[in-house]
Structure formats: C-alpha cells, structure tokens
C-alpha cells in the first residue's frame, strides 16, 4: 500500500493475509522479475491476482557497494546471479557452480580434488606480484575465502562489480573485481521449513591410455622387427622381465589403484525463516560430505547461519547476522602422477609368486625388491628357456599405494563471521547506518609419515601448523536520498575502520620411536624454522604486525527524469603495511548513463524496448602483498661459533627479501564503455562492455645480487594493460501457460600486455624443470619461453649438415636456428606462446514443461596452451599411447615426423613440445526436476515438494593436440604460486563426473 504502507508477504501457495484501514486502501502486489499490480479494495474481501512475467526486470534491485540501486539506473558494469541458479549444484564449494554463467568471470578448478579452492579472476591478470583474486563481501563483510566457506542455499543473489567504478567504493582492495554475496533473511510471515536433500555419485571422466608391460615389449618386438637398433628400441632385458612377471600375476592397473569405484556426495539442509512485521529472522545448517574420486581425498563440512531483523520503532532498525563454518578435509600425499607413472608388473602387494621370486619379500611390493632377479628369455635350441639378470623397475621408493598407506595429511577450518547493524532514520530522506562486525579463522593442518614412509630410511616425521586470522570492522555511513519533481538524488558518506591479525605456529618433529603415537611430543628431534618463519615448514611461531586499514568514502548518485544518470565516488584508505608517508591513496571514480529508449522519439516502440548508453572510469588499488615488503624482518638462522666443527647457536638473521620503505599502493585505471538494449518488450537483451585498463606501480618482488645477501627486493616499477570485450545475452523465447523457455549466453574476451617493468626489456622465471616464462615487455605478460622445434632429426648425416646441440641423436628434437647464425644455444630461445584463452563463453539454457523443469549448461574455453609437464618422465612417453602414436622410430620409418622417441636428444621441457591446445568445450551441468502438484503436496501436509537428478561434467569436446585427461588443471604451490608463471600442469588428478538426485520439501 501506498505510504502509511502496511505489508505482508505471501505463502508458498500464494495465500496471504491483510487487514486494511478502509475501502479506499489499494494493495499493490510485487514480486522481482514480476509486473506489480495494483487493485483498489472497495468492498472486497478476498482478492486474488495473477503476476505477469517481465521479460527483463529492469527495476530489479541490484546490490553495490554499500548500499542498491535499481538495474536500470546502473552506470557501470555489474552482473547478478540469482541464488536459486546455484542451489541444486551438487558441489561442496560454491565457485564452482558459477563456471560459464557470468561474462568477465573466469574461474579454472586448477584440480578436481575436492576441498582445493578454484582459481578465481575478474577480467584477467593485472598484478605481477600481488594477488590477482577479487575481494568477496559476504553481506557487507569482506571475506578473504568467503565463497568456500558458504552454504548455496543461504545465498541470495551474487553480484560480481567489475569495472572501476562500480568497484572503487572499496578503494585498495578493488583492482581485482569485487564479488558481492547477498544472504537470505526473514519475511513477515508464519514459519516456512525447507529440507533439502541429494545424494550423488562421482567417477573418473577418463584415464590416460596406457601399454601394460606385455604390450609395451610387443611394440618393441615389432620396432626390432622393422630394423630399429639400440636398448630403448628393442627387447631388453627388463623389458623381457617385466612382461614375463606381467604374464605369471596378471596387470595392475594402477590408475584404477589411485581412484575409488565410485566416490559419493551427500548433502542435507534444514531452513526456516518467517517472522512478523517488525520482527524477522532465517535460520539453516547443513551437513556436506563430498569425497574426491582419489582416494584419501574427502571434504565434510558443517554450516549453520541465522539472522534477524528487529523493527525498534518507525525510525530505528537493528538485526544481527552470524554463520559458522566447520570443515575437515584430507587429501593425498601423492599426485596422480606417481601412480600411472608406475609399470603394470608391478603388484600392489607381494603374494606366494612374486615372494619367492623376490627373495622372501611380503607386504607391499617395490619396484627394488626385483633387482637382478632371474627372468627365461628367448627358447634356446635345445627347447629349454635360457635364464637372465633383470632389474625391471629400479626404484628405490615405495609403490603409491604403499606411501598413500603409511602417510596422512588433512586439515581444519573454524570459521566464524558476525556483525550487528543500526539503522536510524534521522529524518525524512536522511538514514545513519552503523555496522559492526568480526571474522575469525583459526586452520589448523597435520601431516603424519610412518618410518620408510617413502623408502627405506627415511625416519618417521610428523608436522603441524596453525594459522589464526581475526578481522574486526566498524563501517558507518549517511545516506540521503530525496526525490525533487524529474531530479533524484542519493548521497552517501562514510567511514570505515578495520584491523587484521594473523598469527601463525608451526612444528615439524622426527625420530617418532613408535608410529603407534603420531602426536608431536614423542617426536625426538624437532627442526627449526626455515626462512619462511613457521610457514609450513620447520618449528617456529610468527605473529604478523596488525594491518589496519582506515577509511574515507562518499558517493553521488543522480537521475534527471529517469534518463540522465550520473555516478560519482571516492575513497581515501589509510594502510599500514606501508610505511608512514605513503600509507594514504585515493581512489575516485565516475560514470554516466543515458536511457535513450525513455526519450520521447523512441518511447513505446515494441521493436526497441530499451537502450541505455553507459561510460565510467575509475581508480582502484591492490594492497594484497606481504607483510614484510615495506618493513624489514629477522627470522630464525643458525651461526657457527668454537673451533674445529664449531658449535651450532640459535639466532637471527635478516630475511631474503629486502623491504622497501618507498614502496606505495598498486593502482588500476580503467576505462569502460557499455550499451544495455532489450527487444521486443525486452523478451530479448543484450549487454555489450568495452572495458581498457593500466595497472601502475606496480608491485614486484625484484631480482638482485646475491652477494647483497638478498635475493629479492620489493619496488614499485611496471605497468600492465588488460582490454576486453564482454557480451550477455538473455531471451526469453517462449512464454506459456505450461511451456516456458529461457536462454542465457555469455562471452568474454581479454588481452594483456606488459608496458613496463622497472626499465628492463624483459624477465624470465623459470619453473621446476627448468622450464621458462618470458615477461617481456611489449607483448603479453607471462609467455612461455624455449626453443622452438621443426621437426624430428632423421639422420646422423643430418645433423652433422644443420645447427645441432652435441645432444642430438636422431629420433630427437630438432632445433630452430631462431638467429640464423649457424650455432644453436639459448640466444635461440623464442617466445611459444600464452597461457591466455582466446575467448570464454558459456550458454544456460531452462524450460518449464508442465510441472517438469530442464535446465542446461554449456561452457567452453578457446585458444588456451597449456605446457604439459607430464613428458618430463620416462614413464610418460614410453607407456602413454598419446606420446606414442605417429613417433620416430627409424629413418625408414619416422613417424609424421613430429614426434620424437621418447626422450632422446634435447629436453623436452626446454622445447615447444610440452605445449597442447586445451581448449574444450563440455556439458558443465544438466538438471531435471518435477515439482508435484499442490493438491498431492497437501496431502502429504507439505508446501511443496520437488524430486530431481542433475550431473556435473557429463560431456567433454577437447583438442587431439592436448594429451592429458584434464584440460583445466593446472600447478599453482611452490614455483607455481608465482604470477609470473602459469599455465603449468603435472599429474592432473582426472576430471570428476558426478549425477545426484534429490528432494526439497517446504512446509
């Protein structure tokens, strides 16, 4: 009702209930993504209406930084997701079910592990050193790793800020994007109960396809057979070895090893909100259990969340929020790499057979245990087998299935976010809002080795380490909003204050004298922290300097007669992980809109049913960098004193990494220019942004000298640019009483290039196996970096004529004189290409057949290289038929002359050769479901009750370029966290299927 406005809000089946002042009152009814509807009372006393469907919901609410606007006055460029698109994904990590449904969104599951974060960035790469992640606001808080840490069905809605001037009201931490979670809350309404419930199955999309022992020597018989010469060519001994054990106790397919038949996810949740009208609340929890098809790999976790919302009169609010988040995850020690890198002769455990051909060997077998043991060979002429010395499998190191036995790790998380608000409203158009809150984690992780864990030798050893975060944050803003005739305008002014604490232990201990007891104190031997100072290694306890962070902000936001929009914000932080004089940074931002369809030359045209034209341009930064790159620390080091040995003494010494008291904010600028049209009533919309950016100052952790006694040092010296393009289309294609059908489709395009880097020409990183990264500047930032090859050499006469390395054999790889200067060396080394897709795009699309909903998802990634670092083994390119196929084998018989014999010649990661297409495109998400109808569900005293079945990557298209079982997987630990690397994969676990069924019930 118009003000004085009594409200209430429906049931599940659409009764409500209202009592009115008199007849003269008129109801209004709304519902988002509804036409409202407005009936005079008169003398009625039941009333019922039906909602007609907008197309496109150009007065839905949008949630922005610190406060909401209406879509179509949106002046920058901001994405929503519904909650209801997430809540039958059957994930036990919520970003994975925003793959493909966003433009400007791109998030890679760098593994199909479970309880390992995806790789999450808006709009690309613009940092060198710094976290590339976006800033997550969980109901106005911000959560460094809040999207794991949420409960799907307690969201809302999701909106992702993406350019600068959506995104600059959050000041520094804003250059990445900003992902904004709405969470449910209560109604003014009697009790609603929701129980949701799916159960699922999980299994391995696909394994690598592998020779087994005996088939391996049968291709090396056939290679003799054709005139191939030489031990990796034909039938050696430990071939003939392996092939015959493999005969006598059948194959060991130790993919399968690694992999259960079939891993499950289980998920139940129990909701209630309801309330009266100055009183509302919403309350859930939930209970997940989602195993990774590896085995020891299990994610459970347990989430509860309430909240509430207190009308103290007319003019005062108050409501409280408060979640908790327990999760134990476990994961294995071995990468999936050491399992399908283990021959098929290889028995997990010893029985009858291979103990007495071993020696005596019990228990689980090693591929030592068959050294120089006795193997027949060939028929000899008198018809009786001729015996040998084999060694078919020389390893020291426990079969993965041993090692995964006698290891453990796993780890915890307690998390625990709350705040409480007031809102006053001061007078007519004027509101003071204060909001208060904190967010504490404290993640414990234990890792156990049994003695000879690994191999013999090795002593038991166990390690712990803790990491305790607490966050505090007070925000306080005024908002003032009056409507003037054809002018509106709202403006907003706050203050901000937060702290942030981390502090962190860490223990390794050794010399356990029994595996029995695998707590700490019966270690015997404890290490001392290495130079990370108690970062997962060695003991040690560091408590990090708090990092506060203070805040000025205000923004104006303007409408001429809903057709002219205006937008204009800043914000002042004050950081102290810089040093005093350059702790403060502004960050302003501006934007305009037209809504060309609201003039009068183009109003009421049904062809034309919305235009608005949009620019911004904004100034955000990033200050997600060390605690230590502004201020210099000591950590733990050892000092010899005494003569002869010496004797070792405790102390410190200054870390490698050489602060910078100079440094100051990283800072993005960004252009972007948008056009929102709707055709057709807006049955069909279309959204196009351009957006450009340069990230200045940027924060690098540089190289220097090693006799400084430092490694590296922080400074401020480069610049990067991104530019892309972003298309959202939605339709609404058909429209009836029981057949609807909706389509959404999404693209996104982004470039990088790196316009400076401190005054050098270039930079090269360099990755486990030697393998490099160019950052060059003038050309995008991060390129593989090698030689390039041009085929497989033929010939020991033709290598002699051409530029060879002295490693040449023929079968190998051959070189490109990149200089022409007749001699090969690293001055041949060349840019290969970059880790960068082409272009994204994903397609939604969602029908209502009667009481049946289908809906679909396709998602796919173009033009993306990955380096494969799976043919740095042996075992890769000897047994994976994809290595294989069309190889080099003779001068007569050379294969398609692009692929050499295994690993003969030039490195291959120091080549082009590691590097594969991995663009794919697959079936990310199929859902079917019926919701019975309501007279079946009363009978059963319930609201409402749906049954449905969804799967989760059923379907694969990828490049036969690429010869993985993972296009998506990539290493980001160790050398890998770097930014200046990417792309790399090694070992990726296989993608995971997964079909479950469910039920909600409503009552």
């Not at 993504?33 to 949008?62: C, R």
């Not at 394994?207 to 030489?230: C, F, M, R, W």
């Amino acid at each position: 009702m118009p003000p004085p406005s009594i409200g209430t809000a429906t049931g599940i089946d659409g009764s409500y209930s209202i009592t009115v002042p008199g007849e003269a009152s008129v109801l209004v009814f709304s519902y988002v993504g509804y036409k409202t509807v407005e009936v005079k009372v008169g003398k009625q006393t039941s009333i019922n209406v039906k909602l007609e469907p907008e197309a496109a919901a150009l007065d839905e609410v949008v949630v922005v930084g610190y406060g909401t606007q209406m879509k179509s006055h949106l002046t920058g460029s901001i994405s929503k997701i519904g909650g209801n698109v997430l809540e039958d994904r059957p994930v036990s990590d919520i970003t994975t079910a925003l793959q493909g449904q966003i433009s400007g969104l791109t998030i890679n599951n760098i593994t199909s592990e479970v309880g390992v974060a995806p790789s999450i960035r808006v709009r690309g790469t613009g940092s060198i050193s710094a976290d590339s992640s976006p800033l997550v606001i969980i109901d106005g808080y911000p959560v460094p790793d809040g999207l794991q840490q949420l409960n799907p069905a307690d969201v809302k809605s999701i909106e992702i800020l993406k350019d600068a001037a959506s995104a600059a009201i959050y000041g520094s931490r804003a250059a990445n994007g900003v992902i904004m979670v709405t969470t449910k809350s209560g109604v003014a309404d009697k009790p609603r109960y929701s129980v949701k419930f799916y159960q699922g199955i999980k299994y391995a999309y696909e394994l690598h396809d592998l020779l087994s022992s005996s088939e391996h020597l049968k291709l090396l018989q056939y290679q003799e057979s054709i005139g191939a010469v030489g031990s990796n060519f034909v039938p050696a001994a430990n071939y003939r070895a392996a092939s015959w054990i493999e005969q006598n106790i059948g194959s060991t397919d130790w993919q399968k090893e690694a992999l259960r038949d079939l891993a499950g996810i289980t998920n139940v949740q129990f909701s209630v909100q309801g309330g009266k009208s100055a009183f509302r609340y919403y309350t859930s929890a939930a209970y997940t259990k989602d195993q990774g098809i590896m085995l020891q790999n299990e994610v459970q976790k347990v989430n509860f969340r309430t909240k509430m919302d207190v009308d103290l009169s007319k003019s005062v609010k108050f409501g409280v929020n408060l979640a908790g988040t327990y999760q134990k995850a476990s994961r294995p020690k071995n990468d999936f790499i050491n399992f399908y890198r283990t021959p098929s002769f290889l028995p997990v455990y010893h029985n009858d057979w291979t103990t007495a051909l071993t020696g005596g060997y019990t228990g689980f077998a090693r591929g030592s245990h068959f050294n120089t043991i006795s193997t027949p060979t060939r028929p000899s002429d008198t018809g009786n087998a001729e015996w040998e010395s084999a060694s078919p499998f020389q390893s020291a190191n426990n079969n993965p299935r041993s090692v995964m036995a006698n290891t453990r790790r796993w780890n915890e998380s307690f998390a625990g976010q709350g705040n409480a608000y007031l809102t006053i409203d001061i007078c007519k158009g004027l509101q003071f809002k204060t909001s208060n809150g904190f967010n504490v984690k404290y993640a414990p992780s234990y890792y156990y080795a049994k003695e000879n864990a690994s191999k013999d030798g090795e002593a038991s050893n166990a390690t712990f380490f803790s990491n305790l975060y607490i966050d505090l944050l007070s925000e306080n803003t005024l908002d003032w909003h009056r409507v003037f005739g054809k002018h509106d305008i709202e403006v907003l002014a706050g203050y901000t204050a937060e702290t942030t604490r981390v502090q962190r232990v860490a223990l390794t201990g050794t010399g356990f004298p029994t595996d029995d007891i695998e707590t700490l104190n019966a270690a015997t031997v404890f290490s001392l922290a290495s130079s990370n100072n108690g970062n997962n290694a060695g003991t040690g306890t560091f408590r990090y300097p708090d990092v506060v962070l203070q805040s000025f902000l205000a923004r104006v936001n303007y409408s001429f007669a809903s057709k002219y929009l205006f937008s204009a914000s800043i914000r002042l932080d004050s950081s102290s992980l810089f040093a005093k004089g350059h702790r403060n940074a502004w960050f302003p931002s501006v934007s305009a809109g037209w809504r060309v369809s609201e003039e009068e030359f183009l109003k009421g045209r049904h062809g034309l049913s919305n235009l608005k034209l949009r620019a911004s341009y904004g100034v955000t930064g990033n200050n997600n960098i060390n605690y230590n790159a502004a201020v210099e620390v000591f950590e733990a080091a050892n000092y010899v004193t005494g003569d002869g040995n010496g004797t070792l003494q405790p102390g410190v010494a200054p870390a490698a990494v050489l602060a910078n008291r100079d440094i100051t904010w990283e800072q993005t600028d960004e252009f972007n220019f948008g056009v929102d049209m709707g055709f057709l009533d807006n049955r069909i919309n279309l959204a196009v942004d351009a957006y450009y950016s340069e990230t200045r100052a940027l924060l690098f952790k540089q190289p220097m000298q090693s006799f400084s006694g430092y490694t590296n040092y922080w400074n401020n010296i480069g610049r990067v640019r991104n530019a892309g393009v972003e298309i959202q289309l939605d339709t609404y294609n058909f429209d009836r009483k029981r057949f609807k059908w909706n389509t959404s489709v999404n693209f996104s395009l982004s470039r990088n290039k790196l316009l400076e880097i401190g005054g050098e020409k270039q930079v090269i990183t360099q990755g486990e196996r030697s393998e490099s990264y160019l950052a060059r500047v003038g050309e995008p930032l991060i390129q593989y970096y090698g030689f390039k090859t041009i085929g497989v050499w033929n010939s020991r006469e033709e290598i002699d004529a051409n530029p060879h390395f002295s490693t040449d054999v023929p079968g190998g790889l051959r070189i490109w004189d990149a200089d022409g200067n007749g001699e090969l060396n690293d001055n041949d080394r060349v840019p290969l290409g970059n880790p960068y897709p082409s272009f994204t795009y994903g397609m939604t699309n969602t029908f209502r057949i009667g009481d049946f909903d289908v809906s679909f998802l396709i998602q796919g990634v173009q033009g993306v290289t990955v380096l494969n670092g799976d043919v740095f083994y042996n075992e890769t390119v000897r047994y994976n038929k994809a290595y294989i196929k069309d190889r080099w084998v003779t001068a007569e018989h050379p294969g398609n002359g692009k692929v050499p014999y295994e690993k003969l010649g030039t490195d291959l990661m120091l080549t082009d050769y590691g590097l594969q297409d991995a663009s794919y495109v697959c079936l990310r998400n199929f859902t079917v479901g019926y919701t019975f109808p309501k007279r079946i569900a009363r009978k059963l005293h319930l609201s409402a009750l749906r049954l449905y079945a969804t799967g989760n990557n059923l379907f694969y298209i990828w490049s036969d370029d690429y010869k993985g079982i993972n296009p998506e997987s990539r290493m980001t630990s160790g050398d890998y966290s770097s930014p200046m690397i990417s792309g790399y994969q090694r070992g990726g676990f296989p993608l995971t299927s997964t079909v479950t069924f469910g039920i909600d019930l409503t009552f």
